[in-house]
């Protein structure tokens, strides 16, 4: 039983942990991760939890990239909102994926894009690479010309598998 609210974001993709987002009144938002335990498959059980990303601002919504060896968040730690990528389940540095602004973010199926949605609405994408274990990405692009309405930095848009279209509500005019 949690004393302090929290929030499932996601699973791994192998299906082997799950990343949560807890608030705690001295640290806001911090990403933790719990082992799942698959042995019945109807009723997984989740193990000890253990905080993954605690830093000084809100650090929330922690998503798995579809070979589970990277996980992106956001984070305000700097002052602005930004998309950051670390390795899974690490040791490794965070990196600042969305340079100037980025909130809930999505990952392609086709393990070579990360989209998110830039503080306005635009839909921007990294295309991303690995190499020698580094997470390497280009500089934002716009994905879309088409705004998604945002309520502070909830989900805007839902990523369809194929990775080419999204769903999102337009912004209210």
């Given at each position: ?38 042995s ?14 605690r ?100 989900p ?18």
């Amino acid at each position: 039983e949690w004393k302090n609210p929290v929030v499932p974001r996601s699973i791994s993709p192998d299906g082997k942990y799950l990343t949560f987002d807890e608030f705690n009144p001295e640290t806001s938002f911090d990403v933790w991760v719990a082992p799942l335990d698959l042995s019945n498959p109807e009723q997984p059980a989740v193990g000890k939890p253990g905080p993954l990303v605690r830093g000084r601002g809100n650090d929330d919504f922690g998503q798995f990239s579809p070979d589970s060896k990277w996980l992106a968040y956001i984070s305000d730690e700097n002052g602005l909102l930004n998309v950051y990528v670390r390795p899974f389940p690490g040791p490794g540095a965070a990196r600042n994926v969305s340079r100037d602004g980025g909130t809930y973010m999505a990952w392609s199926k086709n393990g070579q894009e990360l989209l998110f949605a830039r503080l306005g609405g635009q839909i921007m994408a990294v295309d991303y690479r690995v190499s020698g274990g580094d997470f390497i990405a280009s500089p934002p692009r716009a994905w879309s010309s088409a705004r998604i309405r945002q309520v502070g930095a909830q989900p805007g848009f839902a990523l369809h598998p194929d990775g080419k279209r999204i769903a999102m509500f337009p912004p209210e005019e």
